[in-house]
Structures are given as structure tokens and as C-alpha cells.
């Protein structure tokens, strides 16, 4: 008797993973590359950016938030 072997395809779907932290976010310079600390609001490291700008001279930041994701399978409606 000969087995037999099937094949199953699953949509995934990627969505904002909102169970665990929020965002994170960090600035750094764009001068030097020194960073601020990572925060979980934006104030703090806005803050740095001014502090650092007054200490140094340095007018460029980069802004970086980090987000999280979660990838979940979706059953189909259709038939096998």
C-alpha cells in the first residue's frame, strides 16, 4: 500500500505585538554617535539631545523606536 503525503499552506499575518512593552525608544547623535539611554516615552531622550546639543555644539539626532511584532498563523475559509 502506498502512503500517501499531503501538503497544508498557512497565511501568516504580522501584527503589532501589543502584550508585552510599547515602543522603545533612543536618539543618537549624528556628529559623534553618542546615545541616549532607551526610554519607554519619548521625553528622556529628546531631552538628551538638547543637553548634548548645548554641551558639544552638535545639532543632528537621529531618532530610533523600536517596536515589537508577532506573527500569527490565519486559518483559511476554504476547503483542503
Known amino acids: 500500500m502506498a502512503e500517501r503525503t499531503g501538503w ?3 497565511n501568516w499575518v504580522l501584527q ?3 502584550s508585552g512593552s ?3 525608544y533612543e536618539t543618537e547623535c549624528t556628529t559623534c554617535g553618542e546615545s541616549s539611554e532607551a526610554a519607554d516615552d519619548k521625553e528622556a531622550p529628546e531631552l538628551w539631545c538638547l543637553q548634548h546639543a548645548g ?5 543632528g539626532f ?3 523606536t523600536t517596536s515589537f ?5 490565519v486559518e483559511s ?4
Open 69 to 73: 511584532f508577532r506573527a500569527t498563523q
Open 62 to 64: 537621529r531618532a530610533l
Open 55 to 59: 554641551r558639544s555644539g552638535h545639532t
Open 16 to 18: 503589532l505585538d501589543t
Open 8 to 10: 497544508r499552506f498557512v
Open 22 to 24: 510599547g515602543p522603545i
Open 77 to 80: 475559509g476554504g476547503a483542503d
